[in-house]
């Protein structure tokens, strides 16, 4: 199971763009990387999720270099609506004989500011 | 399309009182999940069900039983409730794994428990 490190939390105006990293040194051949976000009292949302190079779709771009041992979110011109918690998995959670161990970390939170 | 629902929404018991949490899910998902959540913290997770009729043991097990006696439901039950278990319940689905590769996680709502 690939542990990530992401910063407890980041500070944003309204309009910037804002990059996210996660670390994940020991990610395995197979595993993919997925960001989600989660407001206050509500479940977590997928945002995105990558393999490699550079992956883009209406919310979010994913930037994952070639040796992927890190990943970075980057949300274009951030909102207030964008403040949340942002989480980076990477893999299945498999950590063997057939048990999964699936953990969201602490995240990162964002606040944007006005 | 309602996705993941969570049942109930609130709940608040005595230490000793059991209960049960539902989640169904109208995905037609092979696996779906249980976490908890504590403030200021990650999601952890507690039990997970590959497929109707079988459950496993995620990250923190003790004190929680599941049953997915259906392919749509998965019940959380507490026995003898704690104030160690006040936390935030979250049900969590998904299509069938494939290694490395969660696929998407959809999640219910949550629901929110006190023990006194």
């Known amino acids: 199971l690939a542990k990530t490190t992401q910063p407890i939390s980041m500070d944003s105006y309204e309009g910037q763009e804002v990059n996210i990293t996660c670390s994940h040194n020991?990610?395995?051949?197979?595993?993919?990387i997925t960001w989600y976000q989660q407001f206050p009292s509500q479940g977590p949302r997928f945002i995105i999720q990558?393999?490699?190079t550079k992956v883009t779709n209406e919310v979010a771009s994913l930037f994952i270099p070639a040796d992927r041992k890190s990943s970075t979110l980057s949300l274009p011109r951030v909102s207030l609506s964008d403040t949340a918690v942002y989480y980076c998995?990477?893999?299945?959670?498999?950590?063997?004989?057939?048990?999964?161990?699936?953990?969201f970390g602490k995240g990162t939170k964002l606040s944007v500011i006005p | 399309n309602a996705g993941v629902t969570q049942t109930p929404k609130f709940r608040v018991l005595k230490t000793g009182q059991s209960m049960t949490l539902l989640c169904a899910q109208d995905?037609?998902?092979?696996?779906m999940y249980w976490y908890r959540q504590d403030p200021g913290m990650g999601l952890r997770l507690i039990h997970y069900?590959?497929?109707?009729?079988?459950?496993a043991k995620g990250e923190v097990p003790d004190g929680y039983n599941v049953s997915r006696l259906k392919k749509q439901n998965f019940l959380l039950g507490l026995e003898s409730a704690a104030p160690s278990q006040t936390s935030v319940y979250f049900c969590?689905?998904?299509?069938?794994?494939?290694?490395?590769?969660?696929?998407?996680?959809?999640f219910g709502e949550g629901s929110r428990l006190t023990v006194l």
């Open positions: 020991n990610i395995a051949t197979n595993d993919y």
């Open positions: 069900s590959v497929g109707e009729g079988t459950t």
């Open positions: 990558g393999y490699k």
């Open positions: 995905m037609n998902h092979e696996y």
């Open positions: 969590a689905s998904s299509s069938a794994l494939q290694r490395g590769n969660t696929g998407e996680l959809f």
């Open positions: 998995l990477v893999g299945d959670g498999y950590s063997g004989a057939g048990s999964y161990q699936l953990t």
